[in-house]
Each structure stands twice: as structure tokens, then as C-alpha cells.
């Protein structure tokens, strides 16, 4: 059931997003494809693959209509190659779920908990008013190191999560980062929430959640280089699973943010295999 929760976000969030920023998209048998402003996306469902070869047919049918030159492709089923095409297997990557209530694993270097206050209006400083020094962000109290974190609800924050997770995963082709490419201010989107975490006041970790009625998706986890290993992106995490308690989470982990998620009551259900196209050159390859 894992993986079919994680396939099902993931899913809802592309075309929640594709619905909110006017992106074309298709719904076909056995795949989702997002023709997105930057690399177009094609989610795989989660289910065995029947007929490869109608569902090949079919993605071309798409590539081609939509003159697509760029493309992700995530196989839940591990089962089909795209070689042939012209697309390059990237990553295989774990597709991980937290049940609700699931334990967290102490982190070694025993980081106290930040607050977090998940109620309505609960990005308010202690005392009802936002934290000085451009702290909009905040879980009631900021913690003895310095770290705050909370539900980005103004422009400024959301101008801040946007910079964080452009420049913090990073995301290239965003490159430098200018306010609106990845999150446009006009877009509001269903089910989804941003969370951010300030440490001093500046803008440390970001990430995205998803609600699709049944589970919770994270998306785009990210801390920027000068904050990392200080509890910024567990606090995001932390706040998200606060805001759901009662909904199991899913995500996608790279490899650098696996050990963070097990900790944090995460496991694996499953792998995808992630493709890309066009393929590297094969000068520039390693």
C-alpha cells in the first residue's frame, strides 16, 4: 500500500499544480504526464505494467504532440527501459511512508524539539505579534540555537521558501533564483502548504506538503549550504507531520536526505527508477 499512497500524492500534486498554473497535462492508461514550464514530468502508476508496448505508443503520442525536449520520467515498477528513446536512467530512489504516529529516532547530536503551533494564524510570535528581526515564520518560541519554524502564510515568507528550495536542493535550471519561477505568487494551489524554518531570523530550510485527502506528500526538502547539520530541515519536517497528524506521509528521498527521514519514522515501501531526457552526451560522462 505504500507505494500506491506515494504514486497517488505525487500524482494529485502535479496535476493540483498543473490545474493552478495552466499546464497541459494527460491523464492516460497507466501514466500521468504534466507538460510543465521547465522539464516536462511523467508519473508511471504503480501497478504492473501490462502491455508495455501500448503504453510506450502512448507516451510518444504525447512527447510528440507536446514537442517535448526535456523530460522526468518516474517507473514505480522498475520494469520498462527507455534507452531506445534517448533517455538516460538517472537515479533509483526510495519511495518512503510514515504511518501516523510513527517514532522518530533521536538524533545523536540531541537537538531539542522546536515548538511548532500548527493552529490557525500559529506563525505568530510568542506574545501574538511576529518575531523581530523579519522572523515571519515561527513555532511560538524560538529555540536556544536560534532556530524558529512554522507555516510560510505571507508573501515574504513564501518569496523566502521559494529562494530556500531553489537554491538549497538545488534546482538548476532556477537558476539564479527570481521570485515566481517555481512558486508563482498567483498560483494557489489545492492541498498544498509551505513550511519554513529561520535560524537567526535568516531563511535556513523550506519544504512543501500536499494533502490529497488521504495522505500527506513532501516535496522540494531543502536547507541552504550555510545552515545544513544545525536542525533546520528536520524542523520542516517536523512541522509538516505536526499539521497532519492523523495522515500517513509519503516522499521521494535523495540520498542525502534518507538518513534524516529514517529518523524520522519514515521507511521504505518501494524504489522508483528515474529517467531523463535527452541523455548525457556521452563526452560528458563520468
Do not use: K
Amino acid at each position: 500500500m505504500g507505494v500506491e499512497l506515494a504514486v497517488g500524492n505525487a500524482a494529485s500534486h502535479w496535476t493540483a499544480m498543473a490545474r493552478a498554473r495552466g499546464w497541459a497535462w494527460v491523464d492516460g492508461p497507466g501514466f500521468l504526464a504534466v507538460r510543465s514550464d521547465s522539464a516536462h514530468r511523467v508519473l508511471l502508476a504503480a501497478q504492473p505494467v501490462v502491455d508495455a508496448a501500448a503504453l510506450r505508443r502512448d507516451l510518444l503520442a504525447v512527447f510528440r504532440e507536446w514537442d517535448s525536449r526535456q523530460l522526468c520520467l518516474e517507473d514505480p515498477t522498475q520494469s520498462l527501459d527507455f534507452t531506445d528513446l534517448g533517455f538516460e536512467a538517472a537515479l533509483t530512489m526510495p519511495m518512503m511512508v510514515r504511518d501516523p504516529g510513527a517514532p522518530e529516532t533521536p538524533s545523536l547530536r540531541r537537538r531539542p524539539a522546536v515548538p511548532v503551533d500548527t493552529t490557525a494564524g500559529g506563525t505568530q510570535a510568542s506574545g501574538g505579534e511576529h518575531a523581530s528581526g523579519g522572523q515571519h515564520v515561527s513555532g511560538g518560541e524560538v529555540s536556544g540555537d536560534g532556530l524558529s519554524v512554522g507555516e510560510a502564510l505571507d508573501e515574504e515568507d513564501h518569496a523566502a521558501v521559494e529562494r530556500v528550495v531553489v537554491e538549497g536542493f538545488p534546482i538548476l535550471q532556477r537558476l539564479p533564483w527570481r521570485r515566481g519561477q517555481q512558486f508563482p505568487a498567483d498560483a494557489v494551489v489545492p492541498g498544498q502548504r509551505s513550511w519554513l524554518a529561520r535560524v537567526d531570523g535568516r531563511p535556513a530550510a523550506a519544504c512543501v506538503t500536499h494533502d490529497d485527502g488521504v495522505a500527506v506528500g513532501f516535496y522540494w526538502v531543502a536547507t541552504l549550504p550555510d545552515f545544513r547539520s544545525r536542525g533546520a530541515g528536520r524542523a520542516v519536517m517536523r512541522a509538516g507531520l505536526a499539521a497532519h497528524p492523523d495522515r500517513p506521509a509519503t516522499l521521494t528521498a535523495t540520498l542525502l536526505g534518507e538518513p534524516l527521514y529514517r529518523r524520522l519514522g519514515f521507511t521504505e515501501r518501494g524504489l522508483a527508477r528515474w529517467w531523463q531526457f535527452p541523455a548525457t552526451p556521452v563526452e560528458l560522462r563520468r
